[in-house]
C-alpha cells in the first residue's frame, strides 16, 4: 500500500483538528495542503518508525509550529460551532494543542508527548491547563431543581466545586419556575419526580416558556424523557450518577452556551 493511500483515511480528521485549532475550516485546510505539500516533496522525511496516523499529525504539528499564523478571521459555521471555537481561541496555544489531541483527536498522552516534544508529565499539566482556562470561560448561576435532600446537597456541592453559584434548590414544579424567575439562571439541573408530585419536565417546560437556558435531566426515570417532544433533553444522567459524569455534563452545556459569561 502506498503512503497516500495508508494517510487517506486520516485526513478528514486531520481537517477537523485542524480546524478546531485555527478556528477556521479555510485556514486549517491551509496548513493540511502545507503538510501534504511537506509529504509529497520529502517522502523519505515521513516518520517510519510510528503509525502513519502518528506520522501524518506529526507533519502537520511540524508546519504549524513554523508557521504559526493563528489570529486570522474564522469562517462562518453553526452558532454552537462559533461559540465552541471562540472558547478554544481563548486558549493558549500549547494547552489547547493538547487538549484537542486527546479529547477530540483521541490520541494518548505518550503520543501526544511525540506530536509536540514534551514530555508526558508536562503533556498532562498542559491539558489540565486547558480545562482550568475552559472551567474559568463558563461561569454560570445553576437552578437545582430535586427533592431529596441529600441528592441536592451532593449535586450542589459538585456545582460549586466546578465554580459556579447556586441560585436556589427547588422541590416543586411551582418553586422551581417562581425561583428561575426571580433569579434566572444559565443552567438547570432537574429530576422528574417532585416532592409534591409535581413534574420536574413540567418545570422545566414553564421555565423554557420564559426563556432558554441549557438543562441537565437527573432522573431514576430516564424513560419518561423518551418522548420526541420539548424538551428534549441534550444531556440526560441516570441515577445513581456518578460525580465526574455530572461534572463533564455541566462543563459540556455551559461550553456551548453563548449565553454562558466568562468569569
Given at each position: 500500500?502506498?503512503?497516500?493511500?495508508?494517510?487517506?483515511?486520516?485526513?478528514?480528521?486531520?481537517?477537523?483538528?485542524?480546524?478546531?485549532?485555527?478556528?477556521?475550516?479555510?485556514?486549517?485546510?491551509?496548513?493540511?495542503?502545507?503538510?501534504?505539500?511537506?509529504?509529497?516533496?520529502?517522502?523519505?522525511?515521513?516518520?517510519?518508525?510510528?503509525?502513519?496516523?502518528?506520522?501524518?499529525?506529526?507533519?502537520?504539528?511540524?508546519?504549524?509550529?513554523?508557521?504559526?499564523?493563528?489570529?486570522?478571521?474564522?469562517?462562518?459555521?453553526?452558532?454552537?460551532?462559533?461559540?465552541?471555537?471562540?472558547?478554544?481561541?481563548?486558549l493558549t496555544?500549547?494547552?489547547?494543542?493538547?487538549?484537542?489531541?486527546?479529547?477530540?483527536?483521541?490520541?494518548?498522552?505518550?503520543?501526544?508527548?511525540?506530536?509536540?516534544?514534551?514530555?508526558?508529565?508536562?503533556?498532562?499539566?498542559?491539558?489540565?491547563?486547558?480545562?482550568?482556562?475552559?472551567?474559568?470561560?463558563?461561569?454560570?448561576?445553576?437552578?437545582?431543581?430535586?427533592?431529596?435532600?441529600?441528592?441536592?446537597?451532593?449535586?450542589?456541592?459538585?456545582?460549586?466545586?466546578?465554580?459556579?453559584?447556586?441560585?436556589?434548590?427547588?422541590?416543586?414544579?411551582?418553586?422551581?419556575?417562581?425561583?428561575?424567575?426571580a433569579d434566572?439562571?444559565?443552567?438547570?439541573?432537574?429530576?422528574?419526580?417532585?416532592?409534591?408530585?409535581?413534574?420536574?419536565?413540567?418545570?422545566?417546560?414553564?421555565?423554557?416558556?420564559?426563556?432558554?437556558?441549557?438543562?441537565?435531566?437527573?432522573?431514576?426515570?430516564?424513560?419518561?424523557?423518551?418522548?420526541?417532544?420539548?424538551?428534549e433533553p441534550?444531556?440526560?444522567?441516570?441515577?445513581?450518577?456518578?460525580?465526574?459524569?455530572?461534572?463533564?455534563?455541566?462543563?459540556?452545556?455551559?461550553?456551548?452556551?453563548?449565553?454562558?459569561?466568562?468569569?
Amino acid at each position: 500500500m502506498s503512503l497516500g493511500q495508508q494517510l487517506h483515511p486520516h485526513l478528514p480528521f486531520l481537517r477537523r483538528y485542524a480546524r478546531a485549532l485555527t478556528g477556521s475550516q479555510a485556514h486549517g485546510d491551509a496548513y493540511v495542503r502545507a503538510a501534504l505539500e511537506a509529504i509529497v516533496a520529502a517522502p523519505e522525511e515521513f516518520p517510519s518508525d510510528v503509525d502513519p496516523r502518528l506520522g501524518l499529525y506529526k507533519t502537520f504539528q511540524a508546519i504549524w509550529s513554523s508557521a504559526h499564523l493563528e489570529d486570522l478571521p474564522a469562517t462562518a459555521g453553526s452558532n454552537r460551532e462559533a461559540i465552541a471555537q471562540a472558547r478554544l481561541a481563548r486558549l493558549t496555544p500549547l494547552p489547547r494543542q493538547a487538549l484537542l489531541l486527546t479529547a477530540l483527536e483521541g490520541f494518548t498522552i505518550d503520543d501526544v508527548s511525540y506530536l509536540i516534544a514534551m514530555d508526558s508529565d508536562e503533556v498532562e499539566a498542559l491539558v489540565e491547563e486547558a480545562l482550568t482556562e475552559i472551567e474559568a470561560q463558563t461561569r454560570a448561576k445553576v437552578l437545582i431543581i430535586e427533592d431529596e435532600p441529600i441528592i441536592a446537597m451532593d449535586i450542589e456541592t459538585i456545582v460549586r466545586d466546578l465554580g459556579h453559584d447556586v441560585t436556589a434548590i427547588a422541590v416543586t414544579r411551582e418553586d422551581a419556575v417562581r425561583e428561575a424567575l426571580a433569579d434566572r439562571p444559565g443552567l438547570v439541573l432537574a429530576d422528574i419526580q417532585l416532592a409534591d408530585d409535581s413534574s420536574g419536565i413540567d418545570a422545566v417546560k414553564d421555565i423554557l416558556a420564559e426563556f432558554s437556558v441549557p438543562v441537565i435531566f437527573i432522573t431514576a426515570f430516564p424513560e419518561r424523557l423518551l418522548t420526541g417532544e420539548r424538551p428534549e433533553p441534550t444531556f440526560l444522567i441516570t441515577k445513581p450518577f456518578q460525580r465526574s459524569t455530572v461534572k463533564a455534563a455541566i462543563s459540556q452545556a455551559l461550553f456551548f452556551d453563548e449565553a454562558t459569561a466568562p468569569a
